[in-house]
């Protein structure tokens, strides 16, 4: 069971990102997935996630409109947009059975990747 995250880096405040997250080793076709962040100093905390169809989101307030998850099947990818100094942090896609537990306590954590916003 493994999940590889990708696409982090340096961005400009206003900028753009798109984090990919690549699920293997199980039946991750019909799992839930998400992405949580940490910033330096801080608790990790949920960011978004998206049903198994890909009909259902979730987002946390603090990106809603900035930012938006999609899936093709075992990929999940998070669209970044008017990115803020705010938002770096290390980003860790997850994945779980349901919606109540990836937004919560997902059961797969990936390696992280590193999002930093700064001019």
């Known amino acids: 069971v493994q999940l590889q995250a990708s696409g982090g880096g340096l961005v400009q405040p206003g900028g753009s990102l798109r984090l990919s997250c690549r699920a293997s080793?199980?039946?991750?076709?019909?799992?839930?997935m998400g992405w949580f962040r940490q910033a330096p100093g801080k608790e990790r905390e949920f960011v978004a996630a998206?049903?198994?169809?890909?009909?259902t989101t979730n987002y946390a307030d603090f990106v809603k409109g900035r930012f938006t998850i999609s899936r093709d099947g075992t990929m999940a990818s998070l669209q970044m947009d008017s990115l803020e100094p705010e938002d770096t942090a290390v980003y860790y896609c997850?994945?779980?059975?349901?919606?109540?537990?990836?937004?919560?306590?997902?059961?797969?954590w990936g390696q992280g990747t590193l999002v930093t916003v700064s001019s």
């Open positions: 998206i049903n198994w169809t890909g009909g």
């Open positions: 997850a994945a779980a059975a349901a919606m109540s537990i990836v937004t919560s306590t997902p059961d797969y």
């Open positions: 080793g199980g039946a991750f076709d019909y799992y839930a």
